[in-house]
């Protein structure tokens, strides 16, 4: 009779002490605001909101007492390639679009942000105002499709291209902010460029007279965070933000996304 309350109590303090234990979560975080901001070593932006938000969920809904591990990279492939490897307690977040390509090797969480194209022109070009043949080729008809090779935006030039200027000429460029600047220069070019980016470069560059063909604006993908096959977080996260009464139907989902991109961003990026 004592061996089995001895062996009772050994088996109630081994759960107490396994319940009670601090788990960690390494969270991989690749620098770019405004998802991810460090302000000397003072860590913002969308993502890392969420993650606070989801750590204290993982606290009150299921008990999880976890510490949250930084680790930055600056390297987009490396922040990739290293998460993809990391330990089955870590989640990557960097404004990763979900890839089915990408996930036969990673998992994605459901996503939490719309990742929408605007389809930019220079200010001074005419307004698009419906998705008929006439009147995208009244508009683009005789310019230049500016875009990123292997990139979801070369896709939405190419669905244009498919759709409606069958001889649409196109040039590769390096970035998003060289299509910006180059259509700003030029009438006769137009591109895609990530709403987010879109944002920035206005917010930083107030004097350029650019206009968004809202018609033509793609928002098919979306940003999610990015976890090692077999992650246990996969599922936790999932529920945190697309379960019942989950983050996303929330006030301080939206609170968060308005504080970094302002209301009319949230209306178009805000997932439902």
Known sequence: MKTR???????????????SQTDTLHVNYLLDPPFTID?????????IEIINEYTTWLKTKKNMEVVVNFNQFTDRQAFYNQTKVSSKNTIGIGGMVKNLTKAKEIDFTTGYLKNVAFCITNGNAPDIRTKTSNDV??????????TIVNSHLAQCVADIKKLYIKDLKIVEVADQTKILDDIAKNVLNFGYVEAVEFWFYLKNNPQKFLKMQKPL????EQLACIIPKGGKHKALFDEFFDGPGGFKTQKNYRTILEKYVG??????MAVY
């Open 217 to 220: 604006n793609q928002d098919k």
């Open 5 to 19: 309350i001895t062996i009772s109590i050994l088996l109630c303090i081994r759960s107490l002490i396994y319940f």
């Open 39 to 47: 302000q000397k070593g003072a860590l913002s932006g969308i993502e």
């Open 137 to 146: 080729i009244r508009t683009l008809g005789s310019m230049t499709a500016l």
């Open 263 to 268: 209301s009319y961003m949230t209306q178009n």
